[in-house]
């Protein structure tokens, strides 16, 4: 025993953290690699028992416990004398979460949930995937981190604001988990379609790290959100007597960027190199430099620019079966040329570029984008951000999506704008006027923010589009037949993608490994799910997608030599399914 524990300066002693496969500290004790009817301890520190031990939610089991461990953990009396199955608690709190009609009192339920059972937590949220995923995540979320202030109970996270300027370190080592995999991290200056949420933007990390683990299978021990607070330029926050956050107008320049360099070089110091930061709802004139500046030395990844790509660009890879062609033979009209609309077109070209040879410079001109000020042009080419650069082409000025439909005649209309109601009849019509199948991505979230809905698309088409969205939308019956929308979440990229680079031991992320991830998404829709209309498989496998987006992940990772996890697994697809976290109860010793 007093081998796997590790004496502190202190005196305190804490398991040793050890660099694992599945996750967390080494799992000394068989946790998380034991059979389901194998006995572990439920150690934190020390043996937990009694009173702690049902304050503890990675432990807790509530009346799951047995009459055996009830009596081994001193816990006669402080539960009441029935003893339920994981699978009774679950009924249980399926009803009670169905039965408020409010989303964000099951957002919140669901966050108690977590804070006082983890296992439970994550059961309920992956054997109900998709009725819970907008309660956790998009678009419930959004209006979580509105009144994040209002709902606030206890941290979920680590807050790193400018007072703990030059003592990062010492606030990441203030975090209990030694070995983190998995960072998600923002600044919440554009959270969704919301705009600057400031430190209440807190809801995205914590949101994104419960699917990494539901959907992914990463440790929960193993995933650490952090929001790093500069301030914020929303007024209607700073006059708000229960907002969280510093109460300033955002940061900017060089205290912005040396605060996150600071971050940055924290974490590789107590975390190593192998720790994924995945960077989320920054807003465009930081997301693409920090991207850039630290996609060289780190492991970093930006969902909104690459994972948004990757989901998409496996939309339109599935979508060729029914489109027919190949993605060179389409042309591409994007509406938002912002991160999410720049980071896919240039995702969509490199696949262009990658399966017909040609340089990625012809492949970027069969896509066009539309900002607020019309066409991107190249008479325009002067005025624009870097990032929009790439993408002026010679071609008359055009000041409105309508005008740019009809001369560039596109056989896929992206949105990205975050602007709601922006696919007009006009623009839905032109596009069935000019394809005999249009394909139509109204990505923008949540919901309210959506280019069109569902049944704007199948009605003002005759039925005849393919559409997928961001934010979900019920199946639509028009004239008889019953279309199913496809959503392109980002939800069935990032977890797998994440996974793959941890069980590799990835060192950096590389674009083909996005393109990999894409291609694995994709291959999981089958012709069941085509002769529905729909582009993406059902989120119900989503355990299983992700394992095989790992798996793709990883191989590529290998590939390319930036894998040190050695030797490498026969089957990686069965490797990463037997590095999952389950979490179903353990029997107690």
Not at 142 to 152: D, R
Not at 298 to 312: E, K, P, R, Y
Request: aromatic share 8%; glycine share 8%; proline share 5%.
């Amino acid at each position: 025993m007093s081998s796997t524990l590790k004496q502190l300066k202190d005196g305190e002693s804490v398991i040793d953290p050890k660099s694992t496969v599945g996750g967390g500290v080494d799992d000394v004790y068989g946790e998380d690699r034991a059979s389901e009817d194998q006995l572990i301890t439920p150690w934190t520190v020390s043996v937990a028992s009694g009173y702690t031990l049902l304050r503890d939610p990675h432990h807790n089991k509530g009346l799951a416990f047995t009459e055996r461990e009830r009596d081994s953990h001193y816990l006669r009396g402080l539960l009441p004398p029935a003893v339920a199955t994981q699978e009774l608690q679950e009924k249980k709190l399926m009803q009670n979460i169905r039965s408020y009609e409010v989303p964000l009192h099951k957002y919140v339920a669901m966050m108690e949930l977590e804070e006082r059972n983890e296992r439970l937590f994550y059961k309920l949220l992956i054997d109900n995937v998709e009725e819970l995923l907008p309660v956790v995540y998009t678009p419930t979320v959004g209006e979580a981190c509105q009144k994040y202030g209002s709902i606030f109970k206890r941290p979920q996270g680590l807050y790193i604001s400018l007072k703990e300027k030059g003592k990062i370190l010492e606030v990441l080592r203030n975090w209990p988990e030694r070995n983190i995999q998995v960072i998600v991290v923002t600044d919440g200056e554009r959270i969704l379609g919301l705009g600057d949420l400031g430190c209440q933007g807190m809801g995205i990390p914590v949101g994104k790290l419960a699917l990494y683990t539901a959907l992914g299978g990463v440790r929960p021990s193993a995933c650490l959100p952090v929001t790093i607070d500069v301030g914020t330029n929303n007024q209607k926050l700073l006059d708000d007597e229960f907002y969280i956050g510093l109460r300033q107008k955002r940061a900017t320049g060089k205290e912005y960027y040396d605060l996150l360099e600071e971050f940055m070089s924290a974490v590789k110091q107590n975390y190593g190199e192998k720790v994924l930061i995945q960077f989320e709802d920054f807003a465009n004139h930081n997301a693409f430099e920090l991207l850039a500046k630290y996609k060289t030395s780190h492991l970093v990844f930006n969902d909104d620019i690459q994972g948004t790509a990757s989901v998409v660009l496996a939309g339109l890879i599935a979508s060729l079966k029914l489109l027919g062609g190949s993605l060179a033979d389409h042309t591409f009209l994007f509406l938002g040329a912002g991160e999410a609309g720049t980071g896919i077109a240039e995702l969509i070209a490199l696949e262009i570029s990658s399966k017909t040879n040609i340089p990625i410079e012809e492949a970027r001109k069969k896509i066009w984008l539309v900002d607020s000020k019309g066409l991107i042009v190249s008479s325009r080419k002067e005025s624009l951000q870097h990032f929009k650069k790439s993408w002026a082409h010679e071609h008359e000025p055009l000041t409105t999506l309508l005008d740019a439909v009809k001369a560039i005649k596109p056989s896929v209309l992206i949105g990205t704008s975050g602007v709601g109601q922006t696919f007009t009849k006009d623009v839905v019509e032109a596009m069935a006027a000019i394809n005999e199948r249009p394909l139509i991505m109204a990505l923008s979230n949540p919901t309210s923010q959506a280019e069109c809905t569902a049944e704007q698309a199948y009605t003002w088409t005759e039925g005849r589009v393919i559409f997928s969205s961001g934010s979900p939308f019920d199946p639509y019956e028009y004239n008889g037949n019953l279309f199913i929308p496809g959503q392109a979440n980002n939800a069935y990229i990032f977890p797998g993608l994440g996974f793959g680079l941890v069980i590799s031991g990835a060192i950096r992320v590389h674009d083909e490994m996005l393109l990999a991830a894409s291609e694995a998404l994709a291959n999981q829709v089958t012709q069941e799910h085509y002769d529905k209309g729909m582009i993406y498989p059902p989120l119900t496998n989503i355990r299983k997608i992700s394992a095989h987006i790992a798996a793709n992940v990883a191989a590529k990772a290998f590939d390319l030599g930036l894998a040190t996890r050695l030797p490498r697994p026969a089957d990686l697809v069965k490797y990463a399914e037997s590095c999952m976290y389950t979490p179903n109860y353990r029997t107690y010793r």
